[in-house]
């Protein structure tokens, strides 16, 4: 890879026509529009957005298996659409939930096919699939079937299987979806170690976890109904937020209290209500501090009491909210509805 | 951490990387057979209950004692048939439907080496099978092979295996395709083809164009001629010489396994450009 750049698109776009009755015209679908990017070697890409922003379309053109309707893409210095055959040895994929390999072989025996794919001698093969599988956590399970692990367990091996063939240029398609708690730290542990290892190594990772993407990320592109809206440090998306002061306040009851009464008062920038089984939680963005004493006042004359209250640094979330004036969840919510 | 920063001595490329390819992915087929012995059993037993059928009704209608050695042999074959019919032809559909297609496409292999190691592993694992019938078959009924040339019936079984598993490959990318149509069509067509392609009775027996429609199936003339080659009477009940058919099924390899390819070819290229063939409906 003699470029600096392990992924660069520019321009890129694809719409689905989308089959319907004879009789119909074909609808079509933007998937992605205008999507310009680059990822240096060594990175560790985040691409955030919530589901149907155009991620998953996106890893499925970098990967070589879907061709864009517009615009051009490299990785690892060859064009995906013009050169699959030289871009396709040096990547690989791993998506979250997948249900890849074979249910009567074992663990072992599946990844060890899959590395055969990509030509990596037996022996080899099989001493890595071993280290691998105990820096995973998995080692007393490389003779258990796969039709026997657990989702979490199937998960672990599939990721290893993404790693065993060593791609310059790794996509991991909301690797940790589903998995417990533990399972997700040892994922990322995994994912940190193998990139510092070599420094050449890249990572493009999609997730709509705003913590995922803020803990390992180098580099984050938000990305929605297949724009992207920013991409930048995490830290330097935060920062412009962090002229607003941030609260969080966990009222009872709310009594008829609205999030338009809230963004009506004066240096009240956006206000966010969730309820909760007690009363609702109150997310707040603020021209200054001060302001907040006229937001207690509002809860004053409705009746409302507060149960607590916390200022916050901003997050990912409050930085898609900034971006498209919806949080991630309501953005999934509306697309499915739309 | 040395697990993840050692590079491999190296990665096969071109041939190598084919043959690796084949042979990975043989392997889930023939481990499978070992790991799932009620699969052995149903596919034994099935073919058998058949076999014990037709020999019941031959014996009965005094037919000629070589018809009990052909409905043996039918037996067995027809292990191989229902194996293209339902498992080899549908199995792109279900490494979609599981994930695996489009890992396979993404890796550096060729599609080409994914489908012949489907088909090499299918066949050794019918293999099995149909040996079992035939064994089954001898011990039950007595039937004697005797071989007049151990050359032609070798070339004649591998041809007929290419050749199957050419045309098993062809529909793999055909169901692929054209999905639950293809599928009902390999279903309207198995009744049919049991009877056209002769699995219990010599095909020189039915009207000569059915016959020769029905040579289409690599089978049909593959039987045939095997029928001529082991039993010493047999030569009389074959449809065409062994030297034709032998001929026949070399071409028909030829234009399976070319069409194979050509498909194959086109598939990829309508799930890359329209993104819905490696797509799981699930």
């Known amino acids: 890879m003699s470029s600096s750049l392990a992924i660069e698109t520019k321009d890129l776009g694809r719409i689905y026509k989308l089959r319907g009755s004879k009789k119909e015209t074909r609808k079509e679908l933007v998937a992605l529009e205008g999507v310009s990017l680059t990822v240096e070697r060594g990175e560790l890409f985040g691409l955030l957005g919530p589901n149907g922003a155009g991620k998953t379309t996106l890893i499925k053109i970098l990967t070589t298996l879907l061709s864009p309707t517009s615009g051009w893409a490299r990785v690892a210095g060859a064009d995906v659409n013009a050169e699959p055959e030289s871009v396709r040895p040096r990547i690989n994929m791993v998506s979250g939930g997948e249900s890849s390999g074979y249910g009567l072989l074992t663990v072992r025996e599946n990844l060890w096919m899959f590395s055969q794919f990509y030509g990596v001698p037996s022996k080899e093969a099989n001493e890595r699939i071993e280290a691998l599988l105990e820096m995973v956590g998995m080692k007393d399970r490389m003779h258990t079937k796969s039709s026997d692990l657990s989702t979490g367990l199937r998960q672990k091996m599939n990721i290893v299987r993404g790693f065993l063939t060593e791609p310059e240029v790794l996509f991991l398609d909301e690797p940790t979806l589903g998995l417990d708690v533990g399972a997700m730290r040892d994922v990322r542990r995994f994912i940190l170690e193998w990139l510092k290892a070599d420094k050449e190594r890249t990572l493009l990772l999609t997730t709509h976890y705003m913590m995922e993407a803020d803990e390992l990320c180098d580099r984050v592109a938000i990305i929605n109904k297949g724009k992207v809206l920013a991409c930048d440090k995490p830290s330097v998306l935060k920062q412009r937020l962090q002229k607003d002061a941030l609260f969080e306040i966990e009222v009872s009851p709310l009594n008829g209290l609205t999030q338009q009464m809230l963004v009506d008062q004066p240096e009240v920038t956006k206000a966010a209500i969730s309820e909760t089984e007690t009363g609702a939680k109150l997310s707040l963005s603020l021209v200054e501090e001060s302001a907040l004493a006229r937001v207690i006042n509002l809860f004053t004359q409705k009746d409302v009491k507060v149960m607590n209250l916390s200022k916050r640094e901003p997050t990912l979330e409050d930085v898609f909210v900034d971006l498209v004036g919806r949080s991630m969840a309501e953005e999934e919510s509306n697309g499915s509805s739309e | ?282």
């Open chain 2, 1 to 282: 951490m040395e697990a993840v920063s050692k590079k491999y001595s190296h990665k096969a490329t071109g041939w190598r990387l084919f043959l690796k390819t084949i042979i990975a992915r043989a392997y889930p087929r023939i481990i499978g057979q070992q790991r799932e012995i009620s699969w052995m059993v149903f596919e034994v037993v099935m073919p058998m209950l058949a076999v014990i059928s037709y020999v019941f009704v031959y014996r009965a209608l005094n037919a000629p004692e070589e018809y009990i050695g052909f409905v043996v042999m039918g037996g067995a074959m027809t292990a191989f048939w229902m194996n293209i019919l339902w498992s080899m032809s549908s199995q792109l559909y279900w490494e979609k439907e599981q994930g695996n297609l489009a890992l396979y496409i993404m890796a550096p292999n060729s599609m080409m080496a994914i489908l012949l190691g489907m088909a090499l592993g299918g066949m050794l694992a019918t293999a099995m099978r149909a040996i079992a019938v035939t064994l089954l078959g001898m011990l039950m009924f007595g039937v004697t092979f005797t071989v007049s040339s151990y050359l032609q019936l070798f070339l004649v079984f591998m041809l007929a295996m290419v050749a199957l598993y050419g045309m098993g490959m062809m529909m793999a990318s055909a169901f692929l395709m054209f999905g639950r149509e293809a599928w009902h069509m390999a279903n309207l067509a198995q009744e049919p083809i049991f009877l056209a392609s002769g699995f219990y009775f010599p095909i020189k027996s039915l009207p000569f164009w059915v016959a020769a429609g029905a040579s289409v199936i690599p089978l049909t003339l593959g039987m045939d001629a095997m029928r001529q080659l082991i039993f010493p009477t047999g030569f009389q009940f074959g449809f065409m010489t062994v030297q034709l058919e032998i001929y026949i099924l070399a071409a028909l390899s030829v234009v399976f396994l070319v069409t194979a390819k050509f498909l194959l070819a086109r598939v990829e290229k309508l799930a890359v450009r329209e993104g819905r063939i490696t797509e799981s409906r699930r």
